[in-house]
């Protein structure tokens, strides 16, 4: 199912005042804006968008360099759950659950082999399955799990520096797709403001200069 704005109304609000704080960031910085997004759905095969949902929706993109480094930054809108009352086996009504993270999309120097980590901070569904990392933080390990990541891959990207970066300005949940590092952050009341983005941003710029090379 496509987007429907009078089944979503009740978010509407926020959506439309995420919107127009990323316009105003957007000029600020000299970035690109689009209210609306639908080519950033289907991208990347990671978290969020391997989460079940439909009506779902890319709004309130920023588009440009961050520090010299090619960046998109995006909220993910998707109905996870629809819930039916029923008497006598007729529905009465139906109630909407819906779904928001703010994603944020750096370009790599280079390509990197695929690595995708979640962290138990995010409601992601159908993860738990997946193996923890094996590093010398106990700690991280036990908070994270690898999601379809070949543990050598996670051996060579989970550097000491990398976890304690990652452990530091808490990035839960991000993925390395060919030249793109993806993250992702469940969002509330409409998305990440503007403080939010750029911050993040700042740790996704660091990150990237810790990633081993070569």
Known sequence: ??????????????INATNRARAELARAHGWQFADRAPWLLDRWPV????????????????????????????????RSTVLEKQALGITLNEHDRFATDTVWVLTLPAPMPFFHITSRDQVYFDTGQYPHPVTADRKFNRRHRLVATDPRVAGYVLTPQVVSLVREARLGTWALVGRDLVHAENAYLGGANSQKVLEVLRSLATLISCLPRG
Do not use: K
């Open 47 to 78: 978290l969020p968008f391997t989460q079940r949902g439909d009506m779902r929706l890319a709004y309130g993109s920023v588009a440009g360099a961050f520090h010299g480094i090619p960046f998109t930054a995006f909220e993910f809108f998707r």
């Open 1 to 14: 199912m496509e987007f429907d704005s009078r089944r979503a109304w009740s978010r509407m609000p926020g």
